[in-house]
Protein backbone atom coordinates (compact mmCIF):
# COMPACT_ATOMS: atom_id res chain seq x y z
CA UNK A 1 0.00 0.00 0.00
CA UNK A 2 1.40 3.34 -1.25
CA UNK A 3 0.19 6.65 0.92
CA UNK A 4 0.38 9.52 -1.75
CA UNK A 5 -0.30 12.06 0.90
CA UNK A 6 0.76 10.86 4.75
CA UNK A 7 0.61 14.41 5.92
CA UNK A 8 -3.37 13.20 6.39
CA UNK A 9 -2.46 11.06 9.10
CA UNK A 10 -2.45 14.20 11.32
CA UNK A 11 -6.12 14.26 11.41
CA UNK A 12 -6.40 11.26 12.97
CA UNK A 13 -6.10 14.03 16.09
CA UNK A 14 -10.32 14.17 15.33
CA UNK A 15 -10.71 11.60 16.43
CA UNK A 16 -10.56 12.68 19.88
CA UNK A 17 -13.89 15.03 19.70
CA UNK A 18 -16.31 11.99 19.66
CA UNK A 19 -14.49 10.76 22.47
CA UNK A 20 -14.51 14.00 24.26
CA UNK A 21 -18.36 13.88 23.28
CA UNK A 22 -19.45 11.12 24.72
CA UNK A 23 -17.65 11.41 27.69
CA UNK A 24 -19.61 15.24 28.35
CA UNK A 25 -23.02 14.52 26.90
CA UNK A 26 -25.57 15.67 29.14
CA UNK A 27 -28.64 13.05 29.10
CA UNK A 28 -31.86 14.11 30.33
CA UNK A 29 -33.19 11.71 33.14
CA UNK A 30 -36.19 9.65 33.06
CA UNK A 31 -39.61 11.40 34.24
CA UNK A 32 -41.60 8.86 36.73
CA UNK A 33 -44.62 9.33 38.14
CA UNK A 34 -44.84 9.37 42.32
CA UNK A 35 -48.00 9.96 44.96
CA UNK A 36 -46.28 11.98 47.06
CA UNK A 37 -42.86 13.14 48.43
CA UNK A 38 -43.36 13.44 51.89
CA UNK A 39 -42.99 10.18 53.50
CA UNK A 40 -39.58 10.41 52.25
CA UNK A 41 -36.43 11.97 54.08
CA UNK A 42 -34.60 14.88 53.02
CA UNK A 43 -31.43 13.99 51.23
CA UNK A 44 -28.35 16.11 50.38
CA UNK A 45 -28.02 16.84 46.44
CA UNK A 46 -24.44 15.32 45.04
CA UNK A 47 -22.93 16.10 42.03
CA UNK A 48 -22.25 12.76 39.74
CA UNK A 49 -19.64 12.22 36.98
CA UNK A 50 -19.86 9.94 34.74
CA UNK A 51 -16.04 8.33 33.70
CA UNK A 52 -17.57 6.09 30.84
CA UNK A 53 -18.66 7.07 28.04
CA UNK A 54 -21.85 6.74 26.42
CA UNK A 55 -23.61 4.54 23.66
CA UNK A 56 -20.20 2.58 23.06
CA UNK A 57 -21.66 0.52 19.60
CA UNK A 58 -22.26 4.79 18.29
CA UNK A 59 -18.97 5.78 19.66
CA UNK A 60 -17.36 3.40 17.90
CA UNK A 61 -18.56 3.49 14.51
CA UNK A 62 -18.24 7.36 14.50
CA UNK A 63 -14.31 6.65 15.13
CA UNK A 64 -14.11 4.22 12.56
CA UNK A 65 -16.19 7.01 10.06
CA UNK A 66 -13.11 9.70 11.25
CA UNK A 67 -11.01 6.88 10.37
CA UNK A 68 -12.01 5.53 7.20
CA UNK A 69 -11.94 9.54 6.23
CA UNK A 70 -8.72 10.12 6.90
CA UNK A 71 -7.33 7.71 5.26
CA UNK A 72 -9.29 8.38 2.09
CA UNK A 73 -7.81 11.72 2.38
CA UNK A 74 -4.32 9.89 2.98
CA UNK A 75 -4.85 9.11 -1.22
CA UNK A 76 -4.26 5.03 -1.25
CA UNK A 77 -3.05 2.90 -4.34
CA UNK A 78 -2.66 -0.42 -4.10
CA UNK A 79 0.11 -1.75 -5.48
CA UNK A 80 -0.75 -4.75 -6.85
CA UNK A 81 0.80 -7.30 -8.92
CA UNK A 82 -1.05 -6.62 -11.93
CA UNK A 83 -0.50 -3.07 -11.54
CA UNK A 84 3.10 -3.22 -11.17
CA UNK A 85 3.71 -5.51 -14.64
CA UNK A 86 1.11 -2.51 -16.09
CA UNK A 87 3.61 -0.04 -14.98
CA UNK A 88 6.39 -1.84 -16.83
CA UNK A 89 4.64 -2.19 -19.87
CA UNK A 90 3.66 1.70 -20.31
CA UNK A 91 6.58 3.97 -21.32
CA UNK A 92 6.35 8.09 -20.99
CA UNK A 93 9.36 8.91 -23.85
CA UNK A 94 10.38 12.72 -24.09
CA UNK A 95 11.60 13.60 -27.40
CA UNK A 96 14.28 16.17 -28.04
CA UNK A 97 14.63 17.34 -31.69
CA UNK A 98 17.51 19.35 -32.80
CA UNK A 99 16.73 22.39 -35.20
CA UNK A 100 19.95 24.19 -35.40
CA UNK A 101 21.66 25.03 -38.41
CA UNK A 102 23.67 22.51 -38.69
CA UNK A 103 20.77 20.33 -38.86
CA UNK A 104 19.33 22.01 -42.25
CA UNK A 105 21.61 19.74 -44.88
CA UNK A 106 20.20 17.68 -46.98
CA UNK A 107 19.81 13.57 -46.55
CA UNK A 108 20.60 10.91 -48.42
CA UNK A 109 16.87 11.03 -50.07
CA UNK A 110 17.18 14.80 -50.19
CA UNK A 111 14.91 15.80 -46.87
CA UNK A 112 16.40 18.17 -45.28
CA UNK A 113 17.70 16.09 -41.61
CA UNK A 114 15.91 18.51 -39.42
CA UNK A 115 12.69 17.49 -41.07
CA UNK A 116 13.40 13.99 -40.97
CA UNK A 117 14.43 14.30 -37.44
CA UNK A 118 11.04 16.19 -36.71
CA UNK A 119 8.92 13.66 -37.86
CA UNK A 120 10.95 10.52 -36.94
CA UNK A 121 10.41 12.63 -32.71
CA UNK A 122 6.58 12.58 -33.68
CA UNK A 123 7.05 8.79 -34.49
CA UNK A 124 8.99 8.15 -31.66
CA UNK A 125 5.87 9.98 -29.40
CA UNK A 126 3.31 8.02 -30.52
CA UNK A 127 5.11 4.53 -30.53
CA UNK A 128 4.66 1.14 -28.28
CA UNK A 129 6.98 0.54 -25.39
CA UNK A 130 9.11 -2.00 -27.81
CA UNK A 131 9.99 0.90 -30.22
CA UNK A 132 12.46 3.37 -28.72
CA UNK A 133 15.05 5.00 -30.25
CA UNK A 134 18.35 3.17 -30.70
CA UNK A 135 21.67 4.34 -29.27
CA UNK A 136 24.11 6.17 -31.15
CA UNK A 137 23.26 4.44 -34.25
CA UNK A 138 22.94 6.76 -37.47
CA UNK A 139 19.48 6.50 -39.84
CA UNK A 140 16.21 7.84 -39.65
CA UNK A 141 14.70 4.95 -38.15
CA UNK A 142 15.27 3.73 -34.59
CA UNK A 143 16.02 -0.41 -34.05
CA UNK A 144 15.95 -1.97 -30.88
CA UNK A 145 13.92 -0.62 -27.81
CA UNK A 146 16.24 1.31 -25.09
CA UNK A 147 13.59 0.92 -22.33
CA UNK A 148 13.42 -2.84 -22.45
CA UNK A 149 9.22 -3.12 -22.56
CA UNK A 150 7.40 -4.75 -24.86
CA UNK A 151 4.30 -2.99 -26.36
CA UNK A 152 1.86 -0.99 -24.12
CA UNK A 153 0.60 2.73 -23.91
CA UNK A 154 3.00 5.40 -24.43
CA UNK A 155 2.84 9.25 -23.34
CA UNK A 156 4.60 10.86 -25.87
CA UNK A 157 6.21 14.75 -26.04
CA UNK A 158 8.43 16.25 -28.46
CA UNK A 159 10.29 18.96 -28.04
CA UNK A 160 12.02 20.94 -30.69
CA UNK A 161 15.15 23.21 -30.25
CA UNK A 162 18.23 24.75 -31.35
CA UNK A 163 19.85 23.76 -27.92
CA UNK A 164 19.47 20.18 -27.04
CA UNK A 165 21.75 20.19 -23.97
CA UNK A 166 19.59 22.99 -22.37
CA UNK A 167 16.12 21.48 -22.56
CA UNK A 168 17.21 17.91 -20.82
CA UNK A 169 16.11 19.31 -17.20
CA UNK A 170 13.01 20.52 -18.42
CA UNK A 171 12.09 16.79 -20.15
CA UNK A 172 13.59 15.27 -17.08
CA UNK A 173 10.86 17.19 -15.01
CA UNK A 174 7.88 16.66 -17.21
CA UNK A 175 8.72 12.77 -17.05
CA UNK A 176 9.05 13.21 -12.95
CA UNK A 177 5.56 13.50 -13.70
CA UNK A 178 4.62 10.75 -16.12
CA UNK A 179 3.80 6.95 -15.08
CA UNK A 180 5.40 3.56 -16.07
CA UNK A 181 9.02 3.45 -17.63
CA UNK A 182 10.59 6.75 -18.52
CA UNK A 183 12.94 7.45 -21.42
CA UNK A 184 14.92 10.37 -23.15
CA UNK A 185 15.66 10.15 -26.54
CA UNK A 186 18.07 12.81 -28.75
CA UNK A 187 18.00 13.12 -32.33
CA UNK A 188 20.64 15.51 -33.24
CA UNK A 189 23.85 15.86 -35.41
CA UNK A 190 25.60 16.08 -32.18
CA UNK A 191 28.01 18.55 -32.97
CA UNK A 192 30.50 19.13 -30.56
CA UNK A 193 29.40 21.36 -27.82
CA UNK A 194 25.62 20.63 -28.41
CA UNK A 195 25.27 17.89 -25.36
CA UNK A 196 27.98 16.97 -23.24
CA UNK A 197 27.92 14.99 -19.65
CA UNK A 198 26.90 18.23 -17.65
CA UNK A 199 23.71 18.66 -19.13
CA UNK A 200 22.68 14.45 -18.85
CA UNK A 201 23.69 14.68 -15.25
CA UNK A 202 20.41 16.46 -14.48
CA UNK A 203 18.69 13.13 -15.84
CA UNK A 204 17.69 10.74 -13.11
CA UNK A 205 19.70 7.37 -13.41
CA UNK A 206 16.41 5.78 -13.58
CA UNK A 207 15.74 7.46 -17.50
CA UNK A 208 16.67 5.76 -20.05
CA UNK A 209 19.01 7.45 -22.51
CA UNK A 210 19.09 6.70 -26.57
CA UNK A 211 20.97 9.26 -28.33
CA UNK A 212 20.26 8.93 -32.35
CA UNK A 213 22.29 10.64 -34.94
CA UNK A 214 20.44 12.43 -37.35
CA UNK A 215 22.88 14.38 -39.95
CA UNK A 216 23.07 15.10 -43.48
CA UNK A 217 26.29 16.31 -45.27
CA UNK A 218 28.09 19.12 -43.54
CA UNK A 219 27.60 22.38 -45.09
CA UNK A 220 28.58 25.09 -43.09
CA UNK A 221 28.46 28.86 -44.72
CA UNK A 222 31.92 31.01 -43.68
CA UNK A 223 31.75 32.79 -40.59
CA UNK A 224 33.13 36.80 -40.48
CA UNK A 225 34.76 38.41 -37.69
CA UNK A 226 35.60 42.30 -37.56
CA UNK A 227 37.45 44.09 -35.47
CA UNK A 228 39.86 46.86 -34.76
CA UNK A 229 43.39 47.56 -34.30
CA UNK A 230 44.59 51.02 -34.35
CA UNK A 231 42.39 52.50 -37.27
CA UNK A 232 42.40 49.47 -39.40
CA UNK A 233 39.76 46.64 -39.73
CA UNK A 234 40.72 43.39 -38.79
CA UNK A 235 38.76 40.44 -40.31
CA UNK A 236 38.79 36.86 -39.45
CA UNK A 237 37.04 34.62 -42.15
CA UNK A 238 36.35 31.20 -40.36
CA UNK A 239 35.69 28.25 -43.02
CA UNK A 240 35.21 25.10 -42.08
CA UNK A 241 36.05 21.73 -43.82
CA UNK A 242 36.09 18.00 -42.36
CA UNK A 243 37.40 17.52 -39.41
CA UNK A 244 39.14 21.25 -39.72
CA UNK A 245 38.54 24.53 -39.84
CA UNK A 246 40.56 27.14 -41.52
CA UNK A 247 41.09 31.20 -40.14
CA UNK A 248 42.10 33.53 -42.69
CA UNK A 249 43.22 37.09 -41.37
CA UNK A 250 43.14 40.07 -43.44
CA UNK A 251 43.55 43.92 -42.45
CA UNK A 252 41.96 46.26 -44.79
CA UNK A 253 40.09 49.85 -44.37
CA UNK A 254 41.49 53.55 -43.69
CA UNK A 255 42.28 55.74 -40.95
CA UNK A 256 38.90 56.78 -39.53
CA UNK A 257 36.66 54.04 -41.49
CA UNK A 258 33.51 52.90 -39.22
CA UNK A 259 34.58 49.63 -38.46
CA UNK A 260 31.55 48.08 -37.11
CA UNK A 261 27.35 48.45 -37.24
CA UNK A 262 27.57 50.48 -34.24
CA UNK A 263 27.23 53.98 -33.47
CA UNK A 264 29.12 56.58 -30.79
CA UNK A 265 27.24 59.62 -30.24
CA UNK A 266 29.11 61.98 -28.15
CA UNK A 267 30.49 65.79 -27.44
CA UNK A 268 32.72 68.13 -28.99
CA UNK A 269 35.36 67.23 -26.33
CA UNK A 270 34.40 63.49 -26.39
CA UNK A 271 35.82 62.43 -29.54
CA UNK A 272 38.67 60.79 -28.44
CA UNK A 273 37.27 59.03 -25.81
CA UNK A 274 34.22 57.90 -28.26
CA UNK A 275 36.95 56.47 -29.92
CA UNK A 276 38.99 54.49 -27.01
CA UNK A 277 35.26 52.67 -25.97
CA UNK A 278 34.89 51.66 -29.30
CA UNK A 279 38.18 50.34 -29.80
CA UNK A 280 38.29 48.69 -26.13
CA UNK A 281 34.63 47.23 -26.89
CA UNK A 282 35.51 45.55 -30.20
CA UNK A 283 38.78 44.26 -28.67
CA UNK A 284 36.41 42.36 -26.24
CA UNK A 285 33.66 41.35 -28.43
CA UNK A 286 34.15 41.79 -32.65
CA UNK A 287 30.62 42.49 -34.67
CA UNK A 288 30.07 41.29 -37.86
CA UNK A 289 28.75 43.37 -40.73
CA UNK A 290 24.94 42.27 -40.21
CA UNK A 291 25.38 43.62 -36.54
CA UNK A 292 21.68 44.60 -35.22
CA UNK A 293 21.50 48.56 -35.39
CA UNK A 294 23.74 50.14 -31.54
CA UNK A 295 24.02 53.28 -30.87
CA UNK A 296 26.18 54.26 -28.07
CA UNK A 297 24.93 57.78 -26.59
CA UNK A 298 27.87 59.13 -23.98
CA UNK A 299 26.57 62.09 -21.36
CA UNK A 300 28.17 64.89 -23.59
CA UNK A 301 26.13 64.79 -26.47
CA UNK A 302 24.61 67.64 -27.09
CA UNK A 303 21.33 66.53 -28.86
CA UNK A 304 20.43 64.05 -25.87
CA UNK A 305 17.40 65.59 -25.05
CA UNK A 306 16.43 65.97 -28.81
CA UNK A 307 17.03 62.23 -28.92
CA UNK A 308 15.40 61.36 -26.26
CA UNK A 309 12.17 63.10 -27.50
CA UNK A 310 11.91 61.02 -30.27
CA UNK A 311 12.53 57.93 -28.25
CA UNK A 312 9.85 54.68 -28.48
CA UNK A 313 9.66 51.60 -26.73
CA UNK A 314 11.77 48.33 -27.40
CA UNK A 315 9.72 46.11 -29.76
CA UNK A 316 12.31 43.95 -31.67
CA UNK A 317 12.80 40.73 -29.78
CA UNK A 318 16.93 41.25 -30.24
CA UNK A 319 16.74 44.43 -28.83
CA UNK A 320 15.08 42.79 -25.78
CA UNK A 321 17.43 39.67 -25.43
CA UNK A 322 20.26 42.91 -25.56
CA UNK A 323 18.96 44.49 -22.88
CA UNK A 324 18.81 41.14 -20.59
CA UNK A 325 21.95 40.27 -21.28
CA UNK A 326 23.03 43.38 -20.30
CA UNK A 327 21.05 43.36 -17.17
CA UNK A 328 23.09 40.20 -16.62
CA UNK A 329 26.47 41.28 -17.36
CA UNK A 330 29.06 41.34 -14.14
CA UNK A 331 31.62 43.47 -15.99
CA UNK A 332 28.76 46.31 -16.38
CA UNK A 333 27.82 45.81 -13.00
CA UNK A 334 31.10 46.28 -11.72
CA UNK A 335 31.90 49.60 -13.52
CA UNK A 336 28.52 51.02 -12.23
CA UNK A 337 29.56 50.11 -8.84
CA UNK A 338 32.43 52.27 -9.16
CA UNK A 339 31.28 54.96 -11.14
CA UNK A 340 30.52 59.19 -10.21
CA UNK A 341 27.89 61.42 -10.26
CA UNK A 342 25.21 60.86 -12.93
CA UNK A 343 23.36 63.06 -15.57
CA UNK A 344 19.86 63.62 -14.91
CA UNK A 345 17.72 63.63 -17.78
CA UNK A 346 13.79 62.79 -18.43
CA UNK A 347 13.63 58.34 -18.47
CA UNK A 348 10.37 58.84 -20.08
CA UNK A 349 9.97 55.25 -22.74
CA UNK A 350 13.80 54.41 -21.20
CA UNK A 351 14.57 51.23 -19.34
CA UNK A 352 16.78 51.16 -16.70
CA UNK A 353 19.27 48.41 -17.51
CA UNK A 354 22.51 49.11 -14.75
CA UNK A 355 21.87 51.27 -12.02
CA UNK A 356 24.28 52.94 -8.99
CA UNK A 357 24.71 51.66 -6.10
CA UNK A 358 22.60 55.01 -4.69
CA UNK A 359 19.72 53.32 -7.33
CA UNK A 360 20.62 56.01 -9.91
CA UNK A 361 19.82 54.62 -13.82
CA UNK A 362 23.53 54.36 -14.67
CA UNK A 363 22.85 53.08 -18.61
CA UNK A 364 19.15 53.73 -20.14
CA UNK A 365 18.23 51.87 -22.74
CA UNK A 366 15.08 52.86 -25.96
CA UNK A 367 14.71 52.78 -29.06
CA UNK A 368 15.17 56.11 -31.51
CA UNK A 369 16.11 56.67 -35.13
CA UNK A 370 19.38 57.66 -36.27
CA UNK A 371 19.62 58.65 -39.93
CA UNK A 372 15.90 57.11 -41.16
CA UNK A 373 16.82 53.89 -39.16
CA UNK A 374 15.88 52.49 -35.57
CA UNK A 375 18.85 51.69 -33.19
CA UNK A 376 18.86 50.46 -29.86
CA UNK A 377 20.48 53.34 -28.07
CA UNK A 378 22.39 52.92 -24.70
CA UNK A 379 22.47 55.80 -22.98
CA UNK A 380 25.25 56.41 -20.61
CA UNK A 381 24.50 58.90 -17.65
CA UNK A 382 27.70 58.25 -15.80
CA UNK A 383 30.74 59.90 -16.38
CA UNK A 384 33.45 58.11 -15.04
CA UNK A 385 36.30 58.15 -18.20
CA UNK A 386 34.31 55.84 -20.37
CA UNK A 387 34.28 52.97 -17.86
CA UNK A 388 30.51 52.58 -18.13
CA UNK A 389 30.23 53.04 -21.68
CA UNK A 390 33.37 50.59 -22.74
CA UNK A 391 31.22 48.18 -20.63
CA UNK A 392 27.96 48.96 -21.92
CA UNK A 393 28.81 48.47 -25.70
CA UNK A 394 31.08 45.88 -24.69
CA UNK A 395 27.95 43.70 -23.48
CA UNK A 396 25.55 44.61 -26.35
CA UNK A 397 28.16 43.51 -29.00
CA UNK A 398 28.70 40.13 -27.18
CA UNK A 399 24.64 39.83 -26.65
CA UNK A 400 23.83 40.85 -30.16
CA UNK A 401 26.49 38.53 -32.22
CA UNK A 402 24.88 35.68 -32.96
CA UNK A 403 26.94 33.21 -30.92
CA UNK A 404 25.04 30.36 -31.88
CA UNK A 405 26.60 30.97 -35.31
CA UNK A 406 29.72 30.45 -34.75
CA UNK A 407 28.43 27.10 -32.58
CA UNK A 408 27.37 25.85 -35.92
CA UNK A 409 30.90 25.99 -37.25
CA UNK A 410 32.02 23.40 -35.51
CA UNK A 411 33.00 20.82 -38.02
CA UNK A 412 33.80 17.88 -35.04
CA UNK A 413 31.31 15.52 -34.18
CA UNK A 414 30.92 13.54 -30.67
CA UNK A 415 31.82 10.04 -31.49
CA UNK A 416 29.55 6.77 -31.64
CA UNK A 417 31.30 5.63 -28.43
CA UNK A 418 30.75 8.75 -26.52
CA UNK A 419 27.00 8.65 -27.29
CA UNK A 420 26.76 4.72 -26.68
CA UNK A 421 28.80 5.34 -23.21
CA UNK A 422 26.46 7.88 -22.10
CA UNK A 423 22.99 5.85 -23.50
CA UNK A 424 21.50 3.38 -21.06
CA UNK A 425 17.83 1.31 -20.72
CA UNK A 426 14.93 2.41 -18.84
CA UNK A 427 14.56 1.23 -15.13
CA UNK A 428 11.91 1.28 -12.28
CA UNK A 429 11.59 4.17 -10.97
CA UNK A 430 13.83 3.83 -7.52
CA UNK A 431 10.73 4.13 -5.26
CA UNK A 432 7.72 2.31 -5.25
CA UNK A 433 5.63 5.97 -5.17
CA UNK A 434 6.83 7.38 -8.35
CA UNK A 435 4.87 4.37 -10.23
CA UNK A 436 1.86 5.23 -9.61
CA UNK A 437 0.07 7.14 -12.07
CA UNK A 438 -0.70 10.90 -11.78
CA UNK A 439 -4.25 11.52 -9.99
CA UNK A 440 -4.41 7.73 -9.37
CA UNK A 441 -6.45 7.06 -5.79
CA UNK A 442 -7.94 3.95 -4.54
CA UNK A 443 -9.41 6.11 -1.62
CA UNK A 444 -12.58 6.30 -3.35
CA UNK A 445 -13.86 2.99 -2.00
CA UNK A 446 -13.46 3.97 1.23
CA UNK A 447 -15.20 7.20 0.64
CA UNK A 448 -17.67 4.58 -0.76
CA UNK A 449 -18.02 2.85 2.66
CA UNK A 450 -17.62 5.72 4.77
CA UNK A 451 -21.24 7.24 3.00
CA UNK A 452 -22.30 3.67 3.82
CA UNK A 453 -21.32 3.94 7.45
CA UNK A 454 -22.86 7.56 7.40
CA UNK A 455 -26.30 6.01 6.81
CA UNK A 456 -25.96 3.14 9.40
CA UNK A 457 -24.40 5.65 12.30
CA UNK A 458 -28.16 7.81 11.66
CA UNK A 459 -30.48 4.49 11.72
CA UNK A 460 -28.35 3.37 14.78
CA UNK A 461 -28.62 7.34 16.31
CA UNK A 462 -32.73 7.23 16.06
CA UNK A 463 -32.76 3.90 17.65
CA UNK A 464 -31.25 4.74 20.47
CA UNK A 465 -32.68 8.13 20.96
CA UNK A 466 -29.35 9.82 20.81
CA UNK A 467 -28.87 13.37 19.20
CA UNK A 468 -26.52 14.08 16.54
CA UNK A 469 -22.76 14.77 17.08
CA UNK A 470 -22.83 18.31 17.16
CA UNK A 471 -25.86 18.62 19.01
CA UNK A 472 -24.23 16.01 22.03
CA UNK A 473 -21.54 18.45 23.34
CA UNK A 474 -22.26 20.24 26.36
Do not use: C
Not at 284 to 297: I, M
Request: hydrophobic content about 50%; glycine content about 10%; aromatic content about 4%.
Amino acid sequence: MIWQNPWAWLGLLTLAVPILVHLLARQRAPRQPFPSLRFLPHARLLTARRARPTDLLLLALRLLILLLAVAALAQPYLLTGERAAWQTRTVARAVVVDTSASMRGPLADGQAAVDAALAEGERLALAGGADAGQGAGAGPRPGAGAAGAAGAATTGLVIPTAAPGAVLDGAAAWLAGQPGMKELVVLSDFQRGALDSLDLAGVPEHVGLALRRVAGPVTLDPVVWTGVQGDLRLTARTTAAGDTTAVTWSWSGEPGAPVSGSVVLHGPGEAALAAAVRRAALASAPAGPDFPPLALVLPGYPGLEALLAEARPLEAPWMGDVVAALGRDAALAAAVEGAGRTVSTAAGTLTAVARTPDGEPAVLATRVPVEGTDHLALVVLVADDGITAAAALTAALQAGWPAAAVAEAEPVTLSSEWLERWARPAAPPPSAAAAVPPGASDGRWLWAVVLLLLGAETLLRRRTGTRPLAEEAP
